[in-house]
């Protein structure tokens, strides 16, 4: 079967009618309608086999995930979801593997509201490059750079569970009838972006970013775009039952602050917002620092202590000294 | 250095202010304000090393051509560039080899007036994916599906280029003193996407194309989607002189109408429109074929006799039987 009729085969069901797409699958270029007064929000992410998922996880996990990282940016900028379209590298065209992870991709794509409106299919190393759209009234969405010296920081859900599930090898292990085990592994292989929150939260949060990297690294580019700093109380980060029950106390630090993959959001609030905030979300917002005018990131801990926070270092796809790690 | 450290110092350059760019590189997500009354075009294509360029090229002409490539799709849809996003993925974080990339990526995004808007680097096997977005008027894009019985078939340019370079190992080679290599070099590691053409016949043109895996192959797209057939006068195929004095004269026609990598236009149009058509154009625009009621693609001699189609085939990234070729 050649990469045309895969194409037509595997991710036509991908693109329901919507009338905001004048053009999908099957031309040189899709072609859309951008709602009149809205600005378009870009992003794009590669997964690649091997460093951002087991090359042995389902498919459908893997097509769920690679939709749902994109889908993240887009909730930190409070942008609606719209259009994605995808890349697809693989070593062969099997034709199951594929199958399960357009099934996946569906899924993540249904549940968010976006529309697949094309792709590009070449062999290759197996990777998944997703370009995602969204629109946001003009000059509304929330930027890196909003954040305020006396802002609290806020977190949506819990912090931690899939960083602990990589620990726990649970990528690819069936966990049946361990209701935590499944649910760490759910949050690993199954995010879901908080589009919502993104959405409700735009007109009272100063600033936004999505928790990809990690809480230590990714709040960084915050403090940077803002030129402000920050303190975060340690004993605050908010946990899940199945990560309160299932990780050591002594990683538990560092797999929330810097583990990374969690696609919560990080929203900097002014103190009066923060109730209005919490009504209008249907999940957990959590109080976990403030911005302050003294630049740098400071962990506290439950005495109001410094911690070191050297250790606390998000992912590098290119450390310093040794650069390649592929 | 890290990511994001790579990104600011190789790619910032790239992004010059633009009046429709309301955030660029650095957020979630790139802003971007399309104009009114105008609809987006989007196109998304990989280039993975070994495959769709030699790793040992030239830096700069595996930027250039990243670029190129998707900015053939706007093209024949008639839309004008706009931005683009970049997702790299990288063995290594070689420095020099960055910076002279980043060169001839921005070497083409200046040339043809669009904009980087954001990315994502990875370490990984060497591939580039650039999502490109273009802006067109509501209603105007080119489609592959508008060909109509009558109507000539016309290319741009040249054909044979590209797959000649190849064919004489030019990818890589020092080149210098040879004008007539160094032509065919250029046009298969600095492919020039035909914008302008794009543009100025969308008025007139039934339907567009561009050929990047060759005529054969992509031509069938047009007949599909437009249900017509073609019959195509093999001794009018378009070729350069530097084509003319050194393609062996047997292999010229699978050459020039399967090699693919010319990134030319082939337009279908009303032949009442030829003559405007060529007015409009600074490059040649030649009439190869006619649309024709009946189904197929048909490759005629110079005396109208049918030659043998299957020898003429379209690039396949998974061909049958055997599936993998990476």
């Not at 072609?31 to 042995?56: I, Q």
């Not at 750079?145 to 069936?174: E, H, N, R, W, Y």
């Amino acid at each position: 079967m050649d990469e045309f009729a895969l194409i037509r085969k595997h991710f036509k069901t991908l693109t329901p009618a919507s009338s905001d797409v004048t053009l999908g699958i099957g031309d040189d270029c899709a072609v859309m309608a951008p709602p009149p007064g809205e600005e378009l929000a870009v992003t794009t992410d590669t997964l690649v086999a091997g460093r951002h998922f087991d090359p042995a996880a389902k498919a459908e996990d893997i097509g769920w995930k690679s939709l749902a990282v994109s889908l993240s940016d887009l909730a930190a900028m409070g942008a609606r979801p719209r259009w994605f379209v995808l890349a697809l590298t693989l070593p062969q065209a099997g034709e199951a593997w594929l199958e399960r992870f357009a099934q996946g991709l569906k899924a993540a794509a249904d549940k968010h509201g976006i529309v697949l409106v094309g792709g590009d299919t070449t062999s290759g190393p197996l990777s998944v490059t997703i370009t995602a759209m969204g629109t946001v009234a003009a000059g509304k969405a929330i930027r890196r750079s909003g954040a305020k010296p006396g802002d609290l920081v806020c977190v949506t859900g819990t912090l931690g569970d899939a960083a602990l599930a990589l620990q726990l090898g649970l990528a690819t292990q069936c966990a049946r009838f361990d209701p935590d085990r499944e649910f760490l592994k759910a949050r690993l292989n199954r995010p879901v972006p908080r589009l919502d929150a993104g959405c409700k939260l735009r007109s009272l949060a100063h600033a936004a970013i999505d928790l990809s990297d990690g809480l230590a690294g990714d709040l960084q580019h915050v403090l940077g775009a803002s030129w402000v700093g920050a303190e975060i109380y340690t004993e605050k980060l908010p946990m899940s039952q199945a990560f309160q029950r299932l990780s050591p106390p002594a990683s538990r630090l560092s797999l929330q602050a810097a583990g990374g993959d969690d696609y919560e959001l990080c929203l900097c609030l002014p103190p009066e917002a923060l109730a209005e905030a919490r009504r209008k979300l249907e999940l957990p917002l959590t109080e976990i620092g403030r911005i302050t005018r003294e630049p740098g990131l400071r962990w506290l801990d439950a005495g109001g202590g410094l911690l070191d926070g050297a250790s606390l270092r998000a992912y590098n796809h290119f450390p310093d000294p040794e650069p390649a790690r592929a």
